[in-house]
């Protein structure tokens, strides 16, 4: 049992550093301001929310687990609201015609 | 199971702390804005997996802290950043 | 060379390359960004180090609210280029600056690197006497009960750090509501941020508050977390910043230290000194100092970066 969780650790943790290399790749090559914003969502939510999913199984109760879930949803709202606000800050007048 | 999630922080990390390149390139303040927050849900990952590979206490606070602090400090950055474009008579009514 | 020392490794570097970059970035809000950045990573630092407390305040104060202040302080400055130019110091000075920054940090290091081994520490004693203190968590018991003056000390400083904030007004706008009022779309994501995370935030903050007394947290860093969602509700525009000759603001803001300078006077009938407690009710004296500290504290952050009045006070 103990090696099926660590495995699923193990997966997941991993995975979700993929997705952290992936929005780290597109922050930094992509070419406009709004396609980096777009990679970077991606390490947001799937990046941590991977890496939580994974921390779940190594969870010592449903306390721990339920505060990892909180934390994650938390930077999901973030996540989502603030890169709105700046891609309004990064195209004031909306999108190109 | 520790050691492995140390390595996955080291490695995380790493790839957060490079994108902070970008604050250094820009060009325009979104760019900047963007790679803090990602430096921000990082080092949330970052501390998540140390809390589990080192047995401290309280750092899944930290990381929740870490969190509400980013949102705020975010907000008020693109708020910033937003007034600036709109001052800036050569960016304003671009596109 | 072992994992922990890598990550060590690339978190030392990292400090050190964006402090570096701040250091000579040019453009005033590239600088603040990388001073938020700079924190982030120096929470992370903390964490390292095995001081969670210190962590939770650096994340805080020493990044989130600082980092307000200094985009506040940047977009008034935003119209005056010409103006913060002129500020500029000469070469002489900024070599004078580094070369005394750098004989402090050598001095510190030498310090640490040089200290006998195990190092001289009063870790011991004040793990000893935490019983007496009621609490489990040594830090707020070095905060609260060992070294009660300085923490005193700190919550009136931020006083008078508002009062300095304040005094910058121009006397017609004295009494008026700092900042400008905030027009932002009603239905839109910031106004729907700004309802919904305020009332977590205030549950985290609370939580931080109360279980400083066994775990890493304390007063500070819950009042910098409810200071950050009402600054989050103004910025917003859900809550229009209090005008600062009403009463009640000035009641909040002095409740804290007044509560505390009271006990820590009574000490003197009580224990025999200043901030002494006796032995038995010692944490229910700490909670009664804490508790109207924690929202002092919360309105004087909240008050220092939304500014000094510019609007004029009605009537």
New interface residues.
């Given amino acids: 049992m103990r090696l099926v969780l660590?495995a699923l650790?193990?997966a997941a943790?991993?995975a979700?550093?993929f997705f952290?290399?992936a929005?780290?790749v597109g922050?930094?090559r992509f070419p406009d301001?709004l396609s980096?914003?777009h990679a970077?969502t991606k390490?947001?939510n799937l990046?941590?929310g991977l890496?939580?999913f994974g921390?779940l199984f190594?969870?010592e109760g449903p306390l721990?687990a339920l505060?990892?879930i909180?934390?994650w949803l938390?930077?999901l709202?973030?996540?989502a609201?603030?890169?709105?606000?700046?891609?309004?800050?990064?195209?004031?007048?909306?999108p190109?015609? | 199971m520790a050691d492995f999630l140390l390595a996955a922080a080291a490695v995380v990390l790493a790839l957060v702390a490079l994108g902070l390149v970008r604050v250094a390139r820009g060009p325009e303040e979104a760019d900047r804005i963007m790679a803090a927050q990602l430096l921000g849900t990082g080092g949330i990952a970052v501390l998540l997996l140390l809390a589990q590979a080192v047995a401290m206490p309280g750092v899944v606070d930290v990381a929740l802290v870490l969190g509400l602090l980013a949102a705020f400090i975010s907000v008020a950055f693109a708020k910033a950043a937003g007034h600036r474009v709109a001052d800036d008579p050569a960016r304003a009514g671009r596109e | 060379m072992s994992l922990a020392f890598a990550l060590d490794a690339i978190l030392g570097l990292a400090v050190l390359a964006v402090a570096a970059w701040t250091i000579v970035a040019r453009d005033a809000f590239a600088a603040i960004v990388g001073f938020v950045a700079f924190g982030l990573l120096l929470a992370l630092v903390w964490v390292r180090l095995a001081a969670p407390d210190v962590a939770l305040t650096e994340a805080a104060i020493g990044s989130g609210v600082t980092g307000g202040l200094l985009v506040a302080a940047c977009s008034h400055l935003r119209g005056d280029a010409a103006a913060a130019g002129i500020e500029q110091p000469r070469a002489i000075l900024r070599l004078a600056a580094a070369v005394a920054c750098v004989v402090v940090t050598a001095g510190l290091a030498a310090i640490v690197l040089l200290l006998p081994d195990p190092a001289p520490t009063l870790a011991p004693q004040a793990a000893a006497q935490l019983a007496q203190t009621g609490l489990g968590n040594p830090v707020t018991a070095v905060l609260m009960a060992y070294r009660a003056i300085d923490t005193l000390l700190e919550v009136v400083v931020l006083l008078l750090a508002l009062v300095g904030i304040w005094s910058l007004a121009p006397d017609r706008f004295w009494g008026g509501r700092p900042g400008l009022r905030q027009h932002e779309d009603p239905n839109g994501m910031l106004v729907f941020l700004a309802r919904l995370l305020p009332p977590l935030g205030v549950l985290v903050g609370i939580h931080l508050f109360w279980v400083g007394a066994v775990a890493p947290g304390g007063e500070f860093q819950g009042a910098t977390v409810l200071a950050a969602m009402w600054l989050l509700a103004m910025m917003a525009g859900l809550v229009d910043a209090p005008p600062i000759d009403r009463r009640w603001l000035r009641l909040a803001l002095v409740a804290g230290p007044a509560v505390f300078l009271a006990i820590g006077l009574a000490g003197f009938a009580v224990a025999g000194a200043f901030l002494a407690y006796p032995p038995d009710h010692a944490k229910l004296l700490i909670v009664i100092i804490e508790t109207p500290v924690t929202l002092s504290i919360a309105a004087t952050l909240g008050l220092l970066v939304a500014g000094p009045p510019e609007r004029a006070p009605p009537g």
């Fill in positions: 660590d650790t193990i943790v991993s979700g550093a952290f290399l929005g780290t922050l930094l301001a980096r914003l970077l390490a947001d990046g941590l890496i939580v921390l190594q969870a721990t505060k990892l909180g934390v938390l930077a709202l973030a996540g609201v603030v890169t709105q606000l700046i891609a309004l800050a990064a195209r004031p007048d909306g190109p015609a």
